[in-house]
């Protein structure tokens, strides 16, 4: 999966995409209300998430019917990052892989996803260039 800004994904989300995996689609990930409000516009709530695949992804593969749009609220104690993520929405993403699948994350941060995968049972490759955060990542009391 990849989280690209709105404007990217918007304006050409598949190109984005099709340079890392082979294209699937977008789904949405509703922050809900408690984003911050911006009088006199519309609230800042959703985030588009760009996702595909290695390969193929058989109809038949074991895993469950998943939202096309995933509400959660972002939690000031869950955020290890300024662009962090919830624990429980990277959760709900990560649930797209077969059963003993490994989740590669260029984009590790301080680690929430490789928290999630590590929940949901899968194995994970993080990739991060800030030196800081990889060093969050590793200390995490949750990773």
């Given at each position: 999966m990849v989280q690209c800004p709105a404007a990217a994904a918007v304006a050409n989300p598949r190109r984005a995409a099709e340079r890392w995996l082979h294209w699937r689609g977008i789904t949405d990930w509703d922050k809900t209300e408690g984003v911050r409000?911006?009088?006199?516009?519309?609230?800042?709530?959703?985030?588009?998430i760009v996702w595909g695949s290695k390969g193929n992804m058989p109809l038949d593969r074991r895993t469950p019917v998943l939202p096309g749009v995933i509400r959660e609220p972002v939690r000031k104690a869950d955020k290890h990052?300024?662009?962090?993520?919830?624990?429980?929405?990277?959760?709900?993403?990560?649930?797209?892989c077969e059963s003993g699948g490994r989740v590669l994350y260029p984009?590790?941060?301080?680690?929430t996803t490789l928290?999630?995968?590590?929940?949901?049972?899968?194995?994970?490759t993080g990739v991060e260039m800030t030196s800081h955060y990889s060093d969050v990542a590793r200390v995490r009391p949750d990773n």
């Open positions: 409000p911006q009088p006199g516009r519309f609230r800042n709530q959703a985030e588009y990052h300024l662009t962090g993520k919830p624990t429980e929405l990277m959760r709900q993403l990560v649930r797209i984009f590790a941060g301080s680690g928290v999630a995968t590590q929940v949901e049972g899968y194995s994970f």
